[in-house]
């Protein structure tokens, strides 16, 4: 295996590793320690990929925009381009560990709130696209924060919808998105 590869391994298996120690410990146990102990590397094979906390936290939030990213460029090909709908299906996808890297987001927050400028940007950036893609920009707006909705409601176990439920929400939003702009929903 080349040693890039060997290096993307290790970098991946540190984020994971991150992610587990918040979620089963909370933010605050988040140490450059517990993440190589969970990691099984030493806290020196840890430092020569993430020098810093604050790196390593930088990192996971990367990986986070790096995965939104690629689940909506899957989308963005089957849809054909349309962007809202790729949104909006990339928005219902679970992965296998739901939302635990999003709790790389309470891990910047509590430590260094200027580490979330990054995801801030993205989210500025996904609005304008929404935006010009929706039938109107309050139309695209409000499905935006309904799926933002949906994902804390998910990520903190808020009455999440069933799997039922979760298609036909699916389904409405992405009807939605067809209707010409000033017509009632």
């Known amino acids: 295996m080349k040693q890039e590869s060997i290096s993307r391994s290790t970098k991946e298996n540190i984020l994971r590793s991150a992610n587990k120690v918040i979620l089963d410990k ?8 517990a993440v190589a102990e969970e990691a099984g590397i030493s806290k020196g094979g840890l430092l020569y990929h993430f020098p810093s906390k604050k790196n ?7 990986s986070m925009i790096a995965k939104v990213d690629s689940a909506l460029e899957e989308e963005l090909v089957k849809s054909g381009g349309n962007y809202l709908e790729a949104y909006i299906r990339a928005s219902f996808k679970t992965e ?25 940007a993205r989210f500025f950036k996904m609005q304008d696209e929404i935006s010009a893609a929706a039938p109107s920009e309050e139309i695209g707006t409000i499905i935006r924060l309904a799926l933002d909705g949906l994902w804390i409601s998910d990520l903190f176990g808020f009455a999440p919808p069933s799997s039922e439920l979760r298609a036909k929400m699916l389904y409405k939003l992405v009807e939605i998105t067809k209707k010409p702009a000033g017509r009632d929903l």
């Open 56 to 62: 390593l936290i930088q990192g996971m939030i990367e």
């Open 96 to 120: 296998s560990e739901p939302d635990q890297i999003s709790y790389a987001l309470f891990a910047a927050i509590s430590n260094d709130p200027e580490l979330i400028k990054p995801l801030q």
């Open 26 to 33: 909370g933010a605050d146990a988040l140490t450059l320690e």
